[in-house]
C-alpha cells in the first residue's frame, strides 16, 4: 500500500527565513511519481512539481527547491526567503506508475508573518 | 484553455436531499478524478474514469455516492440521500493520459455542506 507522511502540521516562519517542508513516503513499487502542490487560502490546488522515482537529481526553481533522496524515502521541500503570499497549505503526494490517482500526505500548513 | 470547471462553487443542501457535483475536464484530458477534501480524512480520491470508464471506485464511501461521466467533457458526482458527515470539499481532477503520470489539473472544487 501506498502512504505518504507530512509530519509536520503546521510551521510559522517570519518573511524572509528559509523553511523546509517534509515528506516521507512508502510505496513498493520501483516506478513511482512523486509531487508538491499547494493549496492557498482561496482553496484552489496548484500544481509545484512532479518527479519520477528514477530522478533523484535535486531541482531549483526560483526561491523554491526540492531534495529528493530515495535512501530515505523523502522528498523535501524548501521555500528559500518566505514571503507572506507564501502562506498556504502544502501537500506532498504519489502516484504508482501507468495509474494517476493520487495519495496525498495530510498536508503542512505554513504561516509566514511579516 | 479555462481549466478544469466545477459546479456549483458552494452547495448547502439539507439532510436526505439529493445532490449532483459537476464537471467539465479540460479538453482531451482522457483521464478524470474526483477527490474529496475533509479535515478528519484530508485529500482522498473516491473514483476515477479513463475514457470515460469508471475504473477504480474504491474510494467511494457507500452507496448513496454514485458518479457518471457520460462523455468525454461532462462528469457528475451524485449523492443521494445526502447527510451531514457528506460536508466536504469536491474536487475534480483531469490529466491527458492515464500512461503518462502527468501532473493532475484541479478543479476550484465544490464546497457542499448538508445540514
Known amino acids: 500500500a501506498q502512504k505518504v507522511t507530512q509530519a509536520q502540521t503546521e510551521i510559522s516562519v517570519v518573511e524572509k527565513e528559509d523553511v523546509t517542508l517534509d515528506c516521507v513516503y512508502e510505496?513498493?513499487?520501483?516506478?513511482?511519481?512523486l509531487f508538491w502542490y499547494k493549496q492557498p487560502p482561496s482553496g484552489e490546488l496548484v500544481f509545484l512539481i512532479r518527479?519520477?522515482?528514477?530522478?533523484?537529481q535535486n531541482e531549483i526553481s526560483g526561491r523554491y527547491s526540492w531534495n529528493f533522496q530515495k535512501s530515505t524515502s523523502s522528498f523535501n521541500f524548501t521555500i528559500t526567503a518566505s514571503q507572506v503570499v507564501d502562506s498556504a497549505v502544502y501537500f506532498c503526494?504519489?502516484?504508482?506508475?501507468?495509474?494517476?490517482?493520487?495519495?496525498f500526505g495530510a498536508g503542512t500548513i505554513l504561516r509566514v508573518k511579516s | 484553455d479555462a481549466g478544469v470547471i466545477q459546479s456549483p462553487r458552494h452547495e448547502v443542501t439539507e439532510m436526505g436531499q439529493e445532490v449532483t457535483l459537476r464537471c467539465k475536464p479540460i479538453?482531451?484530458?482522457?483521464?478524470l478524478f474526483w477527490y474529496r477534501q475533509t479535515m478528519m480524512r484530508g485529500l482522498e480520491l473516491l473514483i476515477y474514469?479513463?475514457?470515460?470508464?469508471?475504473?477504480?471506485d474504491s474510494g467511494m464511501p457507500e452507496d448513496r455516492f454514485s458518479a457518471k461521466m457520460p462523455n468525454a467533457s461532462f462528469s457528475t458526482l451524485k449523492i443521494q440521500p445526502s447527510e451531514p458527515r457528506d460536508s466536504a470539499v469536491y474536487f475534480c481532477?483531469?490529466?491527458?493520459?492515464?500512461?503518462?503520470?502527468?501532473?493532475?489539473?484541479f478543479g476550484q472544487g465544490t464546497r457542499l455542506t448538508v445540514v
Open positions: 481532477a483531469s490529466t491527458p493520459s492515464p500512461l503518462l503520470n502527468t501532473e493532475a489539473f
Open positions: 510505496t513498493r513499487d520501483t516506478t513511482y511519481y
Open positions: 518527479r519520477n522515482s528514477f530522478d533523484e
Open positions: 503526494a504519489l502516484s504508482e506508475a501507468r495509474v494517476n490517482k493520487l495519495v
Open positions: 479538453s482531451g484530458h482522457n483521464s
Open positions: 474514469f479513463n475514457n470515460n470508464v469508471p475504473i477504480d
